[in-house]
């Protein structure tokens, strides 16, 4: 059973006895979060920072395509504010809170 949340693991972590830190729902196994996707994640807020939206945009993408998934986060993160108006950034959202 997995309730759909991302999680970071710890390596070597008995999966079949741990139940996830969102909603408490036990797990038979649990979705890791590769670093990558917090890289990516970071990486999409550097470049909107640096005022490069579609650059943005492509990373943020590909940290929620790979399992990112704190969405307060990402509508609460001042280096995004720029995105929010953007109508690709409302389809992001809205796709990737529906999975």
């Known amino acids: 059973m997995s309730c759909g ?37 970071a990486r999409a807020c550097a470049r909107a920072a640096a005022g490069d939206r579609e650059g943005a945009l492509k990373a943020l993408e590909e940290a929620l395509a790979g399992g990112y998934d704190d969405f307060e986060r990402v509508e609460s993160e001042r280096a995004l504010s720029g995105l929010r108006a953007d109508p690709r950034f409302a389809d992001l959202m809205k796709r990737y809170r529906s999975r």
């Not at 991302?6 to 890791?32: F, I, K, T, W, Y």
């Open 5 to 41: 949340h991302a999680h970071e693991v710890a390596e070597g972590a008995d999966l079949g006895r741990v139940a996830c830190p969102r909603c408490g729902a036990p797990h038979d196994r649990m979705v890791q979060l590769r670093a990558a996707d917090h890289e990516g994640y």
